[in-house]
Nanobody
Framework: QVQLVESGGGLVQAGGSLRLSCAAS????????MGWFRQAPGKEREFVAA????????AYADSVKGRFTISRDNAKNTVYLQMNSLKGEDTAVYYC??????????????????WGQGTQVTVSS
């Protein structure tokens, strides 16, 4: 079992920045690739970014590429999502998730076994 707790969400103006954190506990953090997903009101949950176990390989949705950066600190059992140049369409609940296929970052929800409870990000225009 892996427990995931997100933090760092909040209200920010368009053009601003936020950094989300996801703290993991339970099984060995480096056994998992990690991902961030988001769900806006009335929409399906979508992939945002993912990172393999070592941090050496990352993947991003086209909508956030160049603005968001995913990283991880295995010593702290934490994955981060740095979000810059935020837009109104980034407003959503953001979830982190753990994927046992640790060697490559996964874009599909079905790869992820464990999910956090989510943190709200609201971007005002």
């Amino acid at each position: 079992q892996v427990q995931l707790v997100e933090s760092g969400g909040g209200l920010v103006q368009a053009g601003g920045s936020l950094r989300l954190s996801c703290a993991a506990s339970g099984r060995t953090f480096s056994s998992y690739a990690m991902g961030w997903f988001r769900q806006a009101p009335g929409k399906e949950r979508e992939f945002v970014a993912a990172i393999n176990w070592s941090g050496g390989i990352t993947a991003y949705a086209d909508s956030v590429k160049g603005r968001f950066t995913i990283s991880r600190d295995n010593a702290k059992n934490t994955v981060y999502l740095q979000m810059n140049s935020l837009k109104g369409e980034d407003t959503a609940v953001y979830y982190c998730a753990a994927d046992p296929q640790r060697y490559s970052p996964g874009r599909l929800e079905g790869r992820y076994d464990y999910w956090g409870q989510g943190t709200q990000v609201t971007v005002s225009s």
